[in-house]
């Protein structure tokens, strides 16, 4: 049961470095990102193509990784989410999923459709109270409760945190102040964007790197951005974390439902807390 946790935490803690851009990105721009997939997904390609260059040098390869994807996600949102501001949000989801088509196509010509495998880059147990767990996922735990934090202050203490958080609350307001907020949109969206490539290179050691797996990640992480709150990073944090108990919980007694169940807790939030869009 505790490797159960363990597990849970990771993938909990995974969750919350994909889904906090995305969960800004749709609190500040009201956009509904499928391209957000595609990051993930290009980051994990990104360290598989990395590594060999640097000798398997994961911290090395990891941020030339997520560096490589910035230019990638600035051009999504220059030419495609910047047009799409203000406008219907179904134009949003039509948009960004034929981003995420043509980018699924482009990595199956580059790196082909089969799946690739990626060998645990610390390789290290450690053992507590009689219990043994991979080094790397308490890594990971650890990450994404140092993001956390620094978001936090980020967005708390810095100019553009607190733009970004005021247009949170009311962009028309912030624009009438003279500030261009579609600027500070950008930064979000690139912060964001990058931590979701993160996601991907940290994922892609525990599970094997596909062209489909951002497609799959996308749907739960929504569900995360839901139950926590639109721009909300606590309540991102804290969903993100208890979804992904329920995945490892679920999955321990019923595999097939682990995903199914993020979804049924999605809707009993909704039931008393329906979203405002």
Do not use: Q
Request: charged share 10%.
């Amino acid at each position: 049961m505790i490797n159960t946790i363990a597990y849970g935490l990771t993938i909990g803690a995974i969750l919350f470095i994909i889904s906090i851009g995305l969960s800004l990105t749709f609190g500040t721009m009201r956009i509904v990102n499928f391209a957000h997939g595609l990051v993930y997904t290009i980051g994990a390609y990104m360290i598989v193509s990395v590594l060999p260059i640097v000798r398997n040098n994961f911290i090395l390869g990891a941020l030339i990784a997520v560096l490589a994807v910035i230019p990638i996600s600035y051009v999504i949102e220059r030419f495609v989410i910047r047009k799409l501001y203000g406008v219907s949000i179904d134009y949003a989801i039509i948009a960004t999923y034929a981003v995420a088509l043509i980018g699924i196509d482009a990595i199956k010509w580059i790196w082909g459709a089969s799946p690739i495998p990626l060998s645990d880059p610390v390789g290290i147990d450690v053992s507590f109270f009689g219990i043994t767990l991979p080094l790397y996922r308490l890594i990971i735990i650890l990450l994404a409760l140092v993001i956390f934090f620094a978001l936090s202050l980020f967005f708390k203490k810095t100019m553009v945190g607190k733009i970004v958080v005021a247009a949170l609350d009311d962009k028309d307001a912030v624009r009438s102040l003279g500030i261009s907020v579609d600027k500070y949109f950008t930064y979000v969206f690139v912060i964001g964007s990058s931590l979701a490539a993160l996601g991907g290179v940290l994922y892609a050691p525990i599970t094997s790197v596909h062209p489909y797996m951002g497609m799959m990640v996308l749907l739960v992480s929504f569900a995360v951005v839901i139950i926590g709150g639109l721009g909300n990073i606590k309540g991102t944090f804290i969903s993100a974390f208890v979804l992904g108990m329920v995945m490892a919980i679920t999955g321990r007694f019923w595999g097939p439902a682990a995903e199914t169940m993020v979804f049924v807790v999605m809707a009993i939030v909704l039931i008393f807390k329906p979203i405002e869009v």
